[in-house]
């Protein structure tokens, strides 16, 4: 079965400071893709960044980071210095060869002046 | 510039009432999907189109439909809205449905659904 946990449900923090959003995933095939997503308030789903597993390279995108790691099944986010804008749910997905995309619950982060 | 774009926004309908949310594309892409997104839950599939052949989801209720005219546009029907088809219903879309390095989602804004 194809499954993604996010367990924080809502994290908040103060602006400047770094936070890491947590993802593992479950899945029994060898070829997948592991996604972020950020959705504001306005509703629309916006990417960040895709994965396949065969690459567990991690990767810095300015204040976003990802770290990919297969042995832990685990793919975080974190933001460093955190933004008033960074404010959204942040949704982690995962595809399967098919395409079936299954999202975690997702989770809140606000970000306080 | 925006690339998959739903209509309306906001959508209020009376309960038993049937409605049509509409999605069209200026991607070109071959696949066209529907989530629905209930409040502080993540985006559940109902369906998708690839090309043509229409994709449904195990689980979705008959209740949903959706129509796919031509490329660009795929609309989503709610036969017999219930207050429990109250949600954020996404159309997204991808290149093709074998997942590759360059095919990730694009979603439209959304369109939330209110039934009175």
């Known amino acids: 079965a194809q499954k993604v946990t996010q367990a924080q449900t809502e994290i908040s923090v103060v602006e400047k400071e770094d936070v890491t959003l947590d993802c593992v995933y479950e899945?029994?095939?060898?070829?997948?893709?592991l996604f972020w997503y950020k959705q504001p308030p306005s509703g629309e789903l916006v990417f960040l960044i895709r994965?396949?597993?065969?690459?567990?390279q991690n990767e810095i995108s300015g204040r976003y980071s990802w770290n990919f790691q297969k042995s832990t099944s685990s793919f975080n986010f974190t933001i460093t210095a955190s933004q008033v804008v960074d404010s959204a749910v942040y949704f982690c997905?995962?595809?399967?060869?098919?395409?079936?995309?299954?999202f975690g619950a997702g989770t809140r982060l606000t970000v306080k002046p | 510039d925006a690339m998959v774009i739903q209509n309306p926004r906001y959508q209020v309908t009376q309960f038993g009432k049937p409605v049509t949310l509409s999605c069209s594309q200026t991607?070109?892409?071959?696949?066209m999907y529907w989530y629905q997104q209930k409040s502080s839950q993540a985006p559940k599939l109902l369906f998708h189109?690839?090309?043509?052949?229409?994709?449904n989801e195990a689980d979705t209720p008959d209740n949903f439909q959706s129509r796919r005219p031509n490329t660009s546009f795929c609309f989503l029907d709610i036969r017999s809205p219930g207050l429990g088809d109250a949600a954020m219903y996404l159309c997204?879309?991808?290149?093709?449905?074998?997942?590759?390095?360059?095919?990730?989602?694009?979603f439209g804004p959304g369109t939330r659904l209110t039934v009175l």
């Open positions: 997204a879309t991808s290149r093709e449905r074998r997942p590759k390095a360059d095919n990730e989602q694009f």
């Open positions: 899945t029994r095939d060898t070829t997948y893709y």
């Open positions: 994965r396949n597993s065969f690459d567990e």
């Open positions: 997905a995962l595809i399967r060869y098919n395409n079936d995309m299954r």
């Open positions: 991607l070109n892409h071959n696949v």
């Open positions: 189109y690839y090309d043509k052949d229409f994709n």
